[in-house]
């Protein structure tokens, strides 16, 4: 036990570091998990880059700068830049969703780490009031 908590009873030691303690590591480890999903899914990146051509690929024209240039671009910069667009937006949307379900099974969570020792204190008086009944 850390020296934080050497002069107090057990219960009053669980309860500070159930309430104190554990809390603010539970939401440490949280946002750890939320920053590994912004990273891994590249939020930031993939919304800068959302129209740019997929990995880059593009074609090179040498020539004048008038219609047949932009022309040229248009049709086989077109298809890569919605390829990408696509799988960025995928991407995102998948990001989102385990991003979003990692928030509301941690809320649950987190109730239930708030609620556990009340429940058991709880089930404690209530099987005890079941014996001297």
Not at 18 to 40: K, M, P, Q
Not at 74 to 101: D, N
Request: aromatic fraction near 24%.
């Amino acid at each position: 036990m850390s020296k934080d908590y050497e002069d107090e009873s057990i219960f009053t030691a669980y309860v500070k570091w159930h309430y104190g303690r554990g809390i603010r590591e539970f939401f440490g480890v949280v946002g750890n998990l939320l920053w590994f999903i912004g990273n891994f899914f590249s939020f930031k990146l993939f919304s800068q880059t959302l129209f740019a051509p997929w990995k880059r690929f593009g074609e090179a024209y040498e020539g004048s700068l008038g219609f047949k240039r932009h022309a040229f671009k248009a049709v086989t910069e077109t298809p890569l830049r919605i390829a990408g667009f696509i799988v960025r937006v995928s991407a995102l949307i998948i990001g989102a969703t385990f991003y979003f379900f990692v928030i509301g099974f941690s809320f649950f969570v987190f109730l239930i780490w708030a609620l556990a020792p009340l429940v058991l204190v709880g089930s404690l008086v209530l099987s005890a009031t079941f014996f001297f009944v």
